[in-house]
């Protein structure tokens, strides 16, 4: 167990809706990051929020925006939603905003969009 | 730009054997860090080791072992003795200290074991 929590697990909806994960990281780290996975794109790096601030943006779609709480948990909120962002979403967290920690994952929110 | 290539998609052993997993990067920084993680079928991403640019000393961790040459951008893995239990994909990845790059990982496509019995 890392210590980093998503909800929900699985997550079944059609295209055009509006889905939100939610991420709590471990206790005492203030980063958090927010990959995808996908059989064609692999693990890719979306956005890192540090201590309630955007730090780092990645390949994230403009329909997908995201923010981190004053308890450090974090939402991705994912709209109008099409086929290709059915994909294993992985919230991280790790004690500082640079490269030099290691990251623990959460268990991931497969989403499965029809 | 920064890459990491794990060149082996798939790689089947049996039980036993000892197997090593190839991680070749690229980066223009001087400072960086190289990561494993593991992904075995359950789904969730295991961390299993960090290094920094400055360390090339290689590190072994009971049957797991790690062999980082700068001169080559190589950061291998090697499984002694495999199990069973080893089976899963393992994912090299890159992450720069620099300040507008935050944290973020580069992950390599992933290298698929399979230890049979």
């Known amino acids: 167990d890392s210590g ?9 909806t059609a295209t055009g809706q509006r889905v939100t994960l939610r991420c709590s990281p471990r206790s005492g780290d203030l980063s958090v990051y927010w990959y995808q ?3 064609d794109q692999g693990l890719q790096f979306l956005i890192q929020y540090y201590n309630g601030e955007e730090r780092a943006k990645g390949n994230i779609l ?10 450090l948990h974090s ?33 991931g929110t497969r989403l499965t969009v029809t | 730009a920064q890459k990491v290539t794990q060149a082996q998609t798939e790689i089947s052993v049996v039980e036993k054997e000892d197997v090593t997993l190839d991680c070749v990067y690229e980066t ?9 993680y593991k992904q075995p079928p359950s789904g969730e991403l295991v961390f299993l080791i960090r290094r920094n640019s400055f360390d090339e000393q290689n590190e ?30 393992y994912f090299c990845a890159l992450s720069e200290d620099l300040y507008n790059q935050g944290g973020k990982l ?3 496509q992933g290298t698929e074991l399979s230890v049979k019995p």
Not at chain 1, 62 to 71: G, K, L, N, T
Request: hydrophobic share 35%; aromatic share 16%; with cysteine.
């Open chain 1, 37 to 39: 996975q996908s059989l």
């Open chain 1, 62 to 71: 403009e329909r997908f925006s995201a923010q981190q709480f004053p308890d």
């Open chain 2, 106 to 108: 580069i992950f390599g």
């Open chain 2, 28 to 36: 223009r920084d001087t400072t960086y860090y190289l990561f494993w």
């Open chain 1, 4 to 12: 980093v929590t998503q909800t929900p697990k699985h997550l079944i």
């Open chain 1, 75 to 107: 939402e991705l909120n994912l709209s109008s939603l099409e086929l290709g962002d059915s994909a294993l979403y992985f919230c991280a967290s790790s004690p500082r905003s640079m490269g030099s920690a290691e990251q623990y994952f959460g268990p």
């Open chain 2, 60 to 89: 072994i961790s009971g049957r797991y072992s790690w062999n980082f040459q700068k001169s080559t951008s190589s950061f291998n893995f090697t499984i002694t003795a495999s199990q069973v239990v080893d089976s899963a994909v």
